[in-house]
């Protein structure tokens, strides 16, 4: 199983043979085997796996707050004898000033002991303390170093950040508007992007948000328009669709089949036809707005888009549509309103959180703005970019706290060669959410396959028992039912990040910065 930045469950290294294997018992039992006086006699005794295991059970105590006190000094002796997991537990409590008090450089120490030893979250939290220079001089040399060796271990949120250290190889950093430029040229190859041009493309999309995309594709559709006066070609494409005497549902088709080739004046003609046979189409005016929007028009996008709704509303796909494109008109309110409401409907739909912490951003709001972007990070959209922009900006700024308000969702494929096919893009970084759409049976690809809260206890056997175990942001294995072939994964959401409102004014605390 990958190692996560939660997974951080008991991990046995040489010791007592009696008390590990008593631990080992725990495991696979999933129960007390032993009395917790038994555990805390070996502990006593010096055994580094019962002191870790120890310190682990205060900290995940259920139904109160953990003795952090307790916490750090299980872990710290068991640490003291290179007891891997326990030194990357005490790094974060040094982190988090929890049961200590906070110190970067302390914490530095102990990650690179933990790091040392081969543990990939502290390999990948080292490489952040590198990355950002906090409680240690940055060293983006180093940071390459320790997210490469994490990278090795399957840590997946590892690769947004070597794609940025590969860019600050080749320019000035956070060059925005000549990156913005760049990807438009791309846009713009008349035969189509060359393989390295394809590779740039997404080492581009590694740094830029949903919005400076959108900037970019708007500045090709102008430039492509300036070349070329697409008025008489769409007339002409018009009069000869018209002569095959096309359905609404026709139109529609072919609108798709111009967006996809990037022939936006068609595509927008077709998509007009169709909805002057058929005005009761949600999906067309969805597809419209897009286009619209590509090209720059986003008023008309907006008018879409809110037709769309209107017919068919609860995806959050047109709400985070719906909010960019108030990002991008300057209506900050507004945009953070539909984020807001794309999040509620899939909190998994990674994309929309960048774009959130810029806005909090520009509003000074800085402890939402690290919210913000650690949930990208956790979904596989972080943006270092940002991430180091509000490290400028809030240098004391504390790292949000893991949340326990954790959901859940799932692909649910017709057949078991799908599955695995599914399965395997996952494990190479494609994104869930929009792989649930794309590829489940069409009644659970709904809003990238999110199914709520995790609630163990409602679940029916055949997905509780793999999910107990299972450590969050894996991927589980594939599960049969009557229904199909699923894929599920746990998740962590910030629930303030999906509240209606929040605060409206400058958010002047100065804290720490950083992932753990």
Not at 92 to 105: H, I, T
Not at 482 to 508: M, N, Y
Request: glycine share 8%; hydrophobic share 40%.
């Amino acid at each position: 199983m990958k190692s996560g930045v939660f997974s951080n469950g008991p991990r046995l290294v040489p010791g007592s043979l009696v008390c590990a294997l008593l631990l080992m018992a725990l495991l696979l039992s999933g129960s007390r085997v032993a009395a917790l006086s038994d555990l805390r006699l070996a502990a006593e005794q010096g055994d580094c796996n019962a002191q870790y295991e120890l310190g682990y059970r205060v900290l995940k105590a259920k139904g109160q707050k953990p003795d952090y006190r307790e916490v750090v000094k299980w872990f710290r002796r068991a640490a003291e004898q290179g007891h891997a997991e326990a030194q990357y537990g005490l790094a974060l409590r040094y982190l988090f000033g929890q049961g200590v008090e906070k110190n970067f450089s302390v914490a530095v120490d102990w990650l690179q002991k933990a790091a040392e030893q081969g543990h990939a979250d502290a390999q990948l939290s080292l490489g952040l303390r590198y990355y950002w220079g906090q409680g240690i001089d940055k060293d983006h040399e180093l940071a390459r170093h320790w997210f490469e060796k994490a990278a090795a271990q399957g840590q997946a949120e590892v690769r947004q950040y070597l794609a940025s250290l590969q860019l600050e190889r080749q320019e000035p950093r956070d060059d925005l508007e000549n990156w913005i430029a760049e990807y438009a040229e791309i846009l713009l190859s008349a035969a189509g992007p060359s393989e390295p041009q394809l590779q740039r493309k997404e080492q581009l999309e590694g740094l830029l948000t949903v919005k400076e995309i959108m900037q970019a594709f708007q500045r090709a559709s102008a430039i492509k328009d300036q070349r070329t006066d697409p008025r008489q070609q769409v007339a002409t494409y018009l009069t000869t669709l018209a002569q095959r005497q096309p359905t609404a549902e026709g139109y529609f088709r072919e609108g798709n089949r111009q967006l996809h080739e990037g022939q936006l004046p068609l595509a927008i003609a077709a998509y007009q036809q169709s909805l002057e046979l058929n005005p009761e189409n949600p999906n067309c005016y969805q597809n419209l707005a897009s286009t619209y929007a590509h090209t720059g028009q986003f008023d008309l996008a907006i008018e879409m888009l809110r037709k769309s709704i209107a017919l068919d509303s609860g995806w959050a796909d047109k709400h985070a549509t719906l909010g960019l494109l108030y990002d991008l008109k300057q209506n900050r309110t507004a945009a953070l309103a539909e984020y807001r409401t794309a999040a509620r409907l899939n909190p998994g739909l990674g994309w929309v959180y960048p774009d959130m912490a810029a806005i909090f951003m520009q509003q000074q709001q800085y402890a939402a703005a690290g919210k913000a972007l650690r949930q990208a990070e956790l979904l596989g959209h972080g943006k270092p970019r940002l991430s180091a922009r509000l490290a400028t900006l809030a240098p004391a700024l504390a790292q949000p706290k893991p949340s326990d308000d954790i959901r859940l969702r799932q692909l649910v494929l017709p057949n078991r060669q799908s599955a695995e096919q599914a399965l395997a893009e996952l494990n190479g970084g494609r994104d869930f959410s929009s792989l649930a759409q794309a590829v489940s049976i069409p009644r659970y690809n709904r809003n990238g396959g999110y199914w709520g809260r995790y609630q163990p206890d409602q679940l029916a056997p055949s997905f509780r028992v793999p999910l107990k175990k299972l450590p969050l942001l894996a991927f589980s294995p594939i599960i049969e039912t009557t229904e199909g072939f699923h894929i599920l994964q746990k998740f962590p959401v910030i629930p303030e990040l999906l509240a209606d409102g929040g605060s409206s004014g400058p958010d002047r605390s100065r804290v720490g910065s950083g992932a753990y």
